[in-house]
């Protein structure tokens, strides 16, 4: 039996088992994909001993996503942009560390608003997601990014380190202050922070400043509609929210771990909107 898991800390609140588990039986495959606490002081550890155990793989959540990328012996592209691994594959040659965030995003917005060619995107946020959103928004072919923090310094400094990696996106950072002066231009706000996750306050914008095709994306799935969408949907906007992101990234992962390469369906999104209803 194949065996693979997602490994956090904590990690009692992921939907990825019930992702996997959906594609194991649509596949009718021999496997298990099992929730694996691991404390930051023990994640190494941990690794090593599911290796040993014959585990083909984890997908890596927060707090870890650093650690897998300096655990791993060889690195893809897109874990090398971002400075980050939510993939690790346990392999005879090594451990190979991957980065699908930036997939997982690129594929839902592809799915819901195609490609950004030529168009203006505001990215908010430049912490641990952003530089993977800002490898998707560059992959959709925005000609330019605002990158929007509370902390402009930190928002510049994602600029400095993305823009030799893409000459042909403008990467223009700001203070979420600036909102007001580049909302009017923008196709697509992706909200890359936390605000508005669990009890974190949400984002304080004017979302009547943005066109009226625009689209609104939140990356996090808990819960389901942040108030960000909710506002986006009641003036009318395409709302995006980040289940998506969830099951697109999923994608290369399964295919690691178990051989086949699975398709993200309505079926499935109705099965993690009913674990999500029921908890």
């Known amino acids: ?52 155990e014959g585990y083909a793989g984890v997908n890596v959540t927060v707090p870890h996503k650093e650690a897998a990328f300096a655990l791993a012996d060889h690195k893809d592209d897109a874990a090398i942009l971002a400075g980050a691994a939510n993939l690790l594959v346990l392999g005879k040659d090594g451990i190979e560390g991957h980065n699908t965030d930036f997939y997982g995003l690129m594929e839902s917005l592809r799915e819901n608003i195609g490609a950004l060619t030529g168009k203006s995107a505001i990215l908010l946020g430049a912490g641990g997601a952003a530089r993977g959103a800002v490898l998707a928004l560059d992959m959709l072919g ?67 400043l943005l066109l009226p095709d625009a689209a609104v994306c939140d990356i996090v799935y808990h819960p389901l509609e942040t108030k960000l969408l909710k506002d986006a949907q009641a003036r009318g906007l395409l709302a995006i929210d980040g289940l998506g992101m969830l099951m697109h990234q999923a994608v290369p992962s399964f295919e690691a771990f178990f051989g086949a390469r699975p398709e993200v369906t309505p079926g499935l999104r109705a099965a993690l909107v009913e674990a999500l209803d029921a908890r």
Request: no cysteine; proline share 8%.
């Open 1 to 52: 039996m194949k065996r693979a898991g997602v490994i956090g800390w904590p990690v009692a609140h992921s939907l990825s088992p019930v992702l996997h588990g959906y594609w194991l039986k649509e596949h009718g495959i021999d496997g298990s994909y099992e929730k694996i606490p691991a404390s930051p002081e023990d994640f190494t550890q941990v690794i090593l001993r599911l290796r040993d």
């Open 142 to 208: 925005a000609s330019e990014i605002h990158i929007l923090n509370r902390d402009a310094a930190r928002a510049d400094a994602l600029a400095q380190a993305m823009a030799p990696h893409m000459p042909e996106t403008e990467l223009l950072p700001g203070p979420l202050a600036g909102w007001n002066d580049v909302a009017f231009d923008a196709a697509l706000v992706v909200n890359s922070t936390s605000a508005g996750m669990g009890s974190n306050p949400p984002l304080d914008l004017d979302l009547s």
